[in-house]
């Protein structure tokens, strides 16, 4: 397993203790510093994520490569310290950050891959979503026709992320096949890191619409 995806999941693993308080793992607000701790073993307490999507990814790629994922790195390559989902988005689709290589086929995502997405609706803030990619489940037909487009294949993907808002909606559709760890006892209100799911779709040459893939050079 890549080192990183190990990180995020041991980090999320303790979050969701009954003994860590939900008001340790929130998404936070823009003007917010970004926290993300992995605290003693067997002290669930102290464990916590206030952050958002890129902030998360960020930090999970700084304590499992400090060597090199280092402020100064993301500043050189992606002028920022911490840089947003647009920035991640546009920097991999680039290719000019090293320790990163693009992925050409949703079908051969891999678990620690990175999926990036550029809203692109100029804003400071909210810029897109950033998610790390825990198992590719296939491709997937919707019971939803709507959701099913011509020339366009759906993949399940399994995630690791930090969200304002859980994917999905407990009970409707495939639901419980596509689970959300933030979505407890069927009510929607938890945020910040955990697993979700997340559908992509390509085009029949397999290359995704809207969504960048992007693979961690391992």
């Known amino acids: 397993m890549a080192p990183h995806l190990s990180e995020a999941e ?3 693993d303790y979050l969701r203790l009954p003994e860590c308080p939900a008001t340790n ?3 936070k607000e823009p003007d ?3 926290v993300v701790t992995w605290g003693p073993p067997g002290d669930a307490t102290t464990w916590q ?3 958002q999507c890129a902030s998360f990814l960020t930090a999970v790629l700084a304590r499992t490569y400090p060597s090199w994922a280092t402020a100064e790195f993301f500043q050189t390559y992606f002028s920022s310290s911490s840089p947003l989902a647009r920035d991640y988005q546009q920097v991999w689709a680039a290719g000019t950050a090293p320790h990163f290589q693009p992925v050409s086929q949703v079908s051969q995502l891999q678990p620690g891959d990175l999926i ?3 809203y692109q609706n100029g804003q400071q803030t909210n ?3 950033v998610v790390m990619v825990r198992r590719l489940k296939g491709s997937y037909t919707s019971p939803s026709s709507t959701l ?4 366009e294949t759906q993949y399940a993907v399994e995630i690791v992320d930090c969200t304002s808002d859980p994917h999905g909606v407990f009970g409707i559709g495939d639901y ?4 959300d760890t933030r979505i407890v006892d069927g009510v929607n209100d938890r945020q910040g890191a955990g697993f979700g799911h997340l559908m992509c779709y390509a085009s029949q040459t397999g290359v995704p619409k809207i969504v960048g893939r992007f693979g961690f050079d391992r």
């Open 25 to 27: 793992n929130v998404y």
């Open 127 to 129: 810029t897109g979503h």
């Open 116 to 118: 990036a997405i550029d």
């Open 49 to 51: 994520v206030r952050a």
């Open 148 to 151: 099913n487009f011509p020339g």
């Open 10 to 12: 041991y980090l999320v």
């Open 32 to 34: 917010e510093p970004n």
């Open 176 to 179: 419980f096949a596509f689970p």
